[in-house]
């Protein structure tokens, strides 16, 4: 239990508890159904006993424009195989385009220090209405696919509105992806429309993409239509270029807005296709439903994270994250989205803070290692910004380690709701979050979220409390996939998340509950080291090692050797610093006595880069596979695949 010693690192007011939509939340249950709860874990409690009415209020709550009748679950006893709202009919889209004043700000966008953009609810509805005639004369209907490889920009967001209110299926990645990237998610998905830009700005450079989309999209023969959105200013050109290819300007040409139509459909007919990291194959196609993905984003919104309407909400994403997803949804709980792309340390690492300060971000969401990329660099945004109305600030990715929740709370806010938050692609939002209500401990996660029946098992199936083991979900829950594509009888779905425990949601976290009823994440599962039979967690290491001042980023594998596992622990460095022996010294020191001696690695090797995931998550299994000699069986699913041979036939290894 180290990392959460000593007194919280903030506890909400009285007051603040009290004007919660949690505190509202826990009022009106007991009014409407007879009980009597006190709090967020009583509330926790109901709404997994009682799931089907729990999910209820929270239609309630986020006021779902739709048609629902009938049960609220059905066979909620079967994991896969429960179904939530089976009668009901909705539309994404129309619950995010609910009616608003349209001269308020819907989307503000800045794309580094090269943009910077208003749009007004009104001017969306207007460029979703000319999307949705354009898309709809193109073929598109219920059930057809729309690809994006857009920046996170107003026009990715049009675009899905226009591609979900016609019931058809909206997917997307990041316009850095290579051309395989891009093929091996999108062409297995034979989407009808593609839509692109012409290039995007990263860390002050200007980068065309018009080369790689005329290698892109003549390998994908389902296209009636190629859409190139300007963003460089080069988008006719590119779209001259290109089989069926037009600017968007051309896509909506002579359109003029006319009155929205929505096409209402079952609870969970798939909205969005998004993708696994693709590091051990081809990308899995994980489809979601448009009721289960808006009701589960409405409850962490309003909930989990507290927000009220007309608040700012931001989080620093790219198109290839499933935050994009998550971060979208919030118009449909009346949030003005602030959009970022780029490189969040162009001009200077002050960008985002600047950003924060002049549109007065409500909630700062990021990840784990720009918290730590922060507190390494020596910034303290809240010396030098006006942050009065930022309330919460989220951090995902990976886990968050102590020092850095140490750090926020001493240079960016003193009063602020913290929350590392935890789950992933495959339920596009999180098994574990923040509570408003309760106190934020050193290292923790706050609590399961609301509905989510979270658990810690042992390998044997035991559930266990102060122990490592896997986490998982005992109950059914909305925004489970509802399947993958091309994956026609289930088994592939089954497989990844139901082969361990039957009837179980195994997540493939290794985790452990702590004394504050928290929770911390260890790692991946399938990324635990194992020297002499003993699971340790990636992150435990990471946690401890990069407190050391001279380790800019650490990434630890098990390595075969002698019959057993051995740790191996590969640092980043700071620019000009080498690793001695008194140096390595001083890192084992630190993670003997911040963790244990079992979490000591037997060697440390210097590298110059880590390896990442296009969504910025280190990847330790690509890692152990080249260091066994193994091939790397996506290295297009990297953003930096040229890493991987900074660690091919290390002579340090052989010894």
């Not at 990392?3 to 409407?32: C, F, M, Q, Y």
Request: proline share 7%.
């Amino acid at each position: 239990m180290g990392a959460t010693d000593g007194e919280p690192l903030w506890i909400p007011s009285p007051e603040r508890v009290a004007h919660t939509a949690v505190a509202a939340l826990v009022k009106t249950v007991n009014a409407r159904h007879g009980t009597a709860l006190a709090d967020y874990r009583d509330l926790h409690r109901w709404s997994i006993e009682h799931p089907g009415a729990f999910w209820q209020e929270v239609w309630e709550l986020g006021e779902v424009i739709g048609e629902r009748s009938g049960p609220a679950l059905v066979d909620g006893n079967r994991m896969p195989g429960a179904t939530f709202f089976p009668q009901a009919r909705l539309n994404y889209a129309e619950n995010l385009l609910r009616p608003r004043d349209p001269a308020s700000i819907a989307l503000i966008f800045r794309g580094e220090d090269k943009v910077e953009r208003q749009v007004s609810f009104g001017e969306l509805t207007e460029l979703v209405s000319r999307l949705q005639q354009a898309l709809r004369a193109a073929g598109v209907g219920v059930g057809d696919r729309v690809a994006a490889t857009m920046p996170n920009m107003p026009e990715t967001i049009a675009v899905m509105l226009a591609t979900t209110s016609l019931g058809a299926i909206f997917s997307s990645c990041s316009p850095d992806f290579g051309e395989r990237g891009i093929l091996d998610r999108f062409g297995q998905i034979e989407p009808k429309v593609y839509v692109a830009c012409d290039g995007y700005w990263y860390n002050g450079k200007r980068v065309s993409i018009g080369d790689k989309l005329r290698n892109v999209v003549p390998h994908m023969p389902s296209l009636a239509r190629t859409v190139i959105v300007p963003y460089l200013g080069e988008a006719e050109e590119v779209a001259a270029g290109l089989p069926n290819g037009v600017s968007l300007d051309g896509f909506t040409a002579g359109l003029k807005p006319a009155p929205l139509a929505f096409e209402r459909l079952p609870f969970n007919h798939p909205a969005f296709i998004l993708f696994s990291s693709g590091t051990t194959g081809v990308p899995k196609c994980i489809v979601h439903g448009a009721g289960g993905t808006l009701l589960q984003h409405i409850k962490e919104h309003r909930l989990q994270c507290d927000l009220k309407p007309g608040e700012r909400l931001f989080y620093f994403t790219t198109c290839g994250w499933m935050m994009w997803n998550w971060l979208v949804t919030g118009l449909a709980s009346n949030l003005t989205l602030c959009l970022f792309d780029g490189s969040p340390f162009a001009p200077s690492p002050d960008v985002l803070w600047d950003y924060a300060e002049a549109e007065r971000f409500a909630l700062f969401g990021t990840s784990a290692k720009y918290i730590d990329s922060l507190r390494k660099e020596g910034v303290r945004p809240g010396e030098a910004h006006d942050l009065s109305t930022l309330k919460a600030m989220t951090s995902t990715g990976s886990p968050l380690a102590p020092a850095d929740f140490a750090y926020v709370y001493e240079a960016i806010k003193q009063d602020l709701h913290l929350a590392s938050i935890s789950g992933g692609t495959d339920i596009v939002s999180c098994f574990v979050l923040g509570d408003p209500t309760a106190p934020v401990w050193r290292g923790e996660i706050q609590a399961p979220g609301l509905g989510m029946a979270v658990e810690v098992w042992s390998d044997e199936g035991r559930q266990v409390f102060g122990e490592r083991g896997e986490l998982v979900c005992t109950r059914p829950f909305p925004c489970m996939p509802v399947m993958f594509w091309n994956d026609p009888e289930g088994a592939k779905y089954r497989a990844a998340y139901f082969e361990r425990f039957p009837n179980v949601w195994c997540h493939g976290d290794f985790a452990e509950w702590t004394e504050h009823g928290g929770i911390i994440i260890h790692g991946r599962s399938d990324a635990t080291l194992n020297p002499q039979g003993v699971r340790i967690g990636t992150a435990e290491i990471y946690a401890q090692a990069e407190q050391v001042p001279e380790i800019v980023e650490a990434i630890a594998i098990g390595q075969d050797w002698d019959n057993d596992v051995r740790v191996v622990l590969f640092v980043r460095l700071k620019e000009g610093v080498g690793l001695d022996e008194a140096l390595e010294k001083r890192i084992r020191t630190q993670i003997r006595t911040g963790a244990s001696p079992r979490h000591v690695p037997a060697k440390i090797v210097a590298v110059a880069d880590i390896p990442r995931t296009r969504s910025g998550k280190i990847t330790e299994l690509a890692v152990r596979d080249v260091v066994h000699g193994r091939p790397v069986k996506n290295t297009e699913a990297l953003a930096n695949p040229e890493a991987l041979e900074l660690y091919r036939d290390l002579p340090q290894l052989a010894v």
